[in-house]
């Protein structure tokens, strides 16, 4: 079977040019450099208003946020399986009296 690499790439690219035609705010259509440009490097730059915001501000990603999270919550759970296992009393292990935030 003949690789088809080549015929999907260029699929691609008159599919990203269609998509982009717009993209700056007018017609690129008979612009060709700068049709294609916005299909190659769609950010004009990389300022902090283009550019990658973990670059600039370090904030995470959604989905670093969610490990992070999960993480968490599954040492959580593990440490008070541990507790329960144990037959611990939770004062005794957190050294407080005050569990309202369990």
Request: aromatic fraction near 8%; proline fraction near 4%; charge should be positive.
């Amino acid at each position: 079977m003949k690789n088809m690499q080549r015929a999907l790439r260029r699929q691609h690219v008159a599919r990203l040019k269609a998509a982009r035609r717009f993209h700056w705010g007018h017609d690129l259509r008979h612009d060709a450099a700068s049709l294609g440009k916005a299909v190659n490097t769609p950010r004009p730059c990389s300022c902090w208003m283009c550019g990658n915001p973990r670059r600039h501000f370090g904030s995470r990603t959604p989905q670093e946020l969610a490990s992070q999270l999960q993480l968490a919550e599954g040492a959580y759970t593990r440490f008070l399986d541990f507790v329960k296992a144990k037959q611990l009393d939770l004062r005794t292990v957190i050294g407080t009296a005050d569990l309202s935030v369990f």
